[in-house]
């Protein structure tokens, strides 16, 4: 009885304990192009989803990032991502995370594109706590004039 009770709250521990520890990231890669200079005579759509990796860094200041000619765009020299996915054609994407805070960065040809920066100079970081559901779109805008 005792073993049975013991062998049933190991299996329920297996089988919710990794999902629960972790946080649910889910979002929306944009794809942002041309002029999208604020007027108040046109109406902005909303940006269209497309296909890309998502990838989630370590904290990572702007000034650790080994930068190119291009604003926001970067190489990772000696820096590995701890987790990446996938966005659907729509753009859609989802992930689980452990606790803790992370430099979230879209692959652009081998190179890495965020032009977010918080008032600390850490690139895209997104916060993820246990057992949260946090949504994140992310605009890959490198196109785009302002």
């Given at each position: 009885?005792?073993?049975?009770?013991?062998?049933?709250?190991?299996?329920?521990?297996?089988?919710?304990?990794?999902?629960?520890?972790?946080?649910l990231l889910t979002g929306k890669l944009q794809r942002v192009?041309?002029?999208?200079?604020?007027?108040?005579?046109?109406?902005?759509?909303?940006?269209?989803?497309?296909?890309?990796?998502?990838?989630?860094?370590?904290?990572?200041?702007?000034?650790?990032?080994?930068?190119?000619?291009?604003?926001?765009?970067?190489?990772?020299?000696?820096?590995?991502?701890?987790?990446?996915?996938?966005?659907?054609?729509?753009?859609?994407?989802?992930?689980?995370?452990?606790?803790?805070?992370?430099?979230?960065?879209?692959?652009?040809?081998?190179?890495?594109?965020?032009?977010?920066?918080?008032?600390?100079?850490?690139i895209n970081p997104v916060t993820i706590t246990r057992r949260?559901?946090?949504?994140?779109?992310?605009?890959?805008?490198?196109?785009?004039?302002?």
């Amino acid at each position: 009885m005792i073993k049975s009770i013991a062998l049933s709250f190991m299996l329920a521990f297996f089988l919710t304990g990794c999902s629960t520890s972790r946080g649910l990231l889910t979002g929306k890669l944009q794809r942002v192009t041309g002029n999208n200079m604020p007027s108040p005579d046109i109406a902005r759509e909303e940006p269209p989803g497309f296909a890309g990796t998502i990838y989630f860094f370590e904290p990572i200041m702007a000034s650790q990032a080994d930068p190119t000619r291009e604003p926001g765009v970067y190489r990772m020299s000696g820096k590995m991502p701890l987790a990446k996915t996938m966005a659907d054609s729509l753009g859609q994407f989802h992930i689980r995370l452990k606790p803790g805070r992370y430099s979230v960065l879209i692959g652009r040809d081998g190179f890495f594109y965020s032009n977010i920066t918080d008032l600390d100079g850490s690139i895209n970081p997104v916060t993820i706590t246990r057992r949260e559901t946090k949504q994140l779109v992310l605009r890959a805008d490198w196109d785009a004039v302002y």
